[in-house]
């Protein structure tokens, strides 16, 4: 079993950056692929980055890619999302999940196993 608790969020201005921070507990932790998704009001939660469980490829969505950067201390039980260049679209509650199962699919919620509660984040102009 995997519990996972955000933290970071906060309000930014456009431009700014800002790190979010996923603790994670549960032995599985160093074999799961570990992601981050967000949902802005009204909207679907959709997927921003992943990373393997060994910390050796990452994948990004095509609206954070160069600005976002997802990375990972096994030693700690921890994921994070490093978000420079803020844009007022980034705005939402940001999620870390982790995906145990094997698989080559990085960006289909559906696909992960645990969630956390999110974290909101707010960038404004």
């Known amino acids: 079993q995997v519990q996972l608790v955000e933290s970071g969020g906060g309000s930014v201005q456009a431009g700014g950056s800002l790190r979010l921070s996923c603790a994670a507990s549960?032995?599985?932790?160093?074999?799961?692929?570990m992601g981050w998704f967000r949902q802005a009001p009204g909207k679907e939660r959709v997927f921003v980055a992943a990373i393997t469980s060994s910390g050796d490829s990452t994948y990004y969505a095509d609206s954070v890619k160069g600005r976002f950067t997802i990375s990972r201390d096994n030693a700690k039980n921890t994921v994070s999302l490093q978000m420079n260049s803020l844009k007022p679209e980034d705005t939402a509650v940001y999620f870390c999940?982790?995906?145990?199962?094997?698989?080559?699919?990085?960006?289909?919620?559906?696909?992960?196993?645990?969630w956390g509660q999110g974290t909101q984040v707010t960038v404004s102009s």
């Open positions: 549960g032995r599985t932790f160093s074999s799961a692929t």
């Open positions: 999940a982790a995906k145990v199962r094997y698989g080559s699919i990085w960006a289909v919620e559906a696909l992960y196993d645990y």
